[in-house]
């Protein structure tokens, strides 16, 4: 490309980070979460980077946006670019059409200058992207790139875990919160999930810091009992103590939903399943589980809600992440 030199996703010179499964495809690279759900959401990979340090001064990386699996999906593609762990608002990559949903070549060009920098492209929460090459000038050197912070948070929950309805993943509720916490996030939200206790055995298998859970409003939303949810939440637990016996886990209870807001299969009013979670948590007898109220993450306006009165914007999600950074230090 342009007398460049292509150098494969599978390159030891790059490194990735921030995701829970890496898939190789030749020398290709791509991203999967969790068990397969119905609408493929797991094979988003929201926040997951690809990352490395060269002089090159020239620069641009070769992504493949995958053919859409499931076109009603939120459809939210962008991604965003940093240079020695700053962005613009303009630094960002995306499909040629946000609605569009074949497989789409997409070239990112990155600002370069012959000096040593860092690079990080941090891939969106909406899309399906798969990294192919990296191109850079014949006579650019690369060393290893500022590592990672040492302590992993995981997320796990619904939709306001996974991205809806931020404007970019760098604006979504878990990358915000990492960034405060100065940790690496690896976010395993889920659009329209509830608590199904089976995903505890994969949890427990992954190394983390620390385990933050965002869940409820679906089994709500969906009409499941509170009793029945709490039996879920209390396998959860136990499923997840089995393999790691003191990490810390973070319930957040669920967020305010706004009156407007209709679920009409919901039998039972969102406040006890909240309870549900408070008094599991303080039941257990465990030291490491933590109970936070989700409800006082963001303040009780509609301004903040997009026009389903579910899901916050960014200002919100904003907002939700300080909170919750605030009570994590």
């Not at 010179?13 to 068990?35: A, C, E, K, M």
Request: net charge negative; glycine share 8%; with cysteine.
């Amino acid at each position: 490309m342009d007398g460049l030199n292509a150098i494969p996703a599978a390159d030891s010179r790059i490194v990735y980070s921030d995701y829970q499964n890496l898939v190789r495809n030749g020398l290709r690279i791509g991203f999967t979460r969790l068990p397969a759900d119905e609408k493929k959401y797991h094979l988003d990979s929201p926040g997951a980077r690809m990352r490395f340090r060269t002089n090159s001064s020239r620069l641009s990386v070769d992504l493949l946006y995958r053919e859409r699996v499931n076109p009603q999906r939120m459809q939210n593609g962008v991604g965003v670019y940093r240079i020695d762990g700053k962005s613009g608002e303009k630094w960002t990559f995306e499909r040629s059409r946000r609605d569009g949903c074949k497989n789409e070549p997409v070239t990112v060009r990155l600002p370069a200058d012959g000096q040593w920098h860092d690079y990080e492209l941090i891939l969106p929460y909406g899309d399906i992207v798969e990294i192919h090459a990296l191109h850079a000038s014949p006579d650019a050197d690369f060393e290893e790139p500022e590592a990672r912070p040492s302590e992993k948070m995981v997320f796990f929950g619904d939709s306001i875990v996974h991205g809806f309805s931020a404007s970019r993943i760098d604006r979504t509720f878990p990358f915000l919160t990492g960034e405060l916490l100065d940790c690496e996030v690896v976010n395993l939200g889920i659009a329209g999930i509830g608590l199904n206790p089976g995903a505890a055995k994969i949890l427990g298998g992954m190394k983390m810091d620390r385990l933050v859970v965002s869940i409820g409003a679906n089994d709500w939303r969906e009409g499941m009992l509170p009793g029945k949810f709490r039996t879920n939440l209390e396998k959860f637990i136990h499923d997840f103590r089995m393999f790691q016996k003191e990490t810390p886990v973070i319930f957040l209870t669920p967020a305010w939903i706004s009156p407007k807001f209709k679920a009409p299969a919901a039998r039972h009013p969102l406040d006890e399943f909240r309870e549900a979670i408070r008094t599991a948590v303080a039941e257990s007898g465990d030291p490491f589980l933590r109970a936070i109220d989700g409800e006082r993450l963001m303040d009780h306006d509609p301004a903040l809600y997009e026009a389903d009165h579910l899901h916050p914007r960014d200002a919100g999600i904003e907002q939700m992440a300080e909170r919750l950074a605030e009570q994590l230090i």
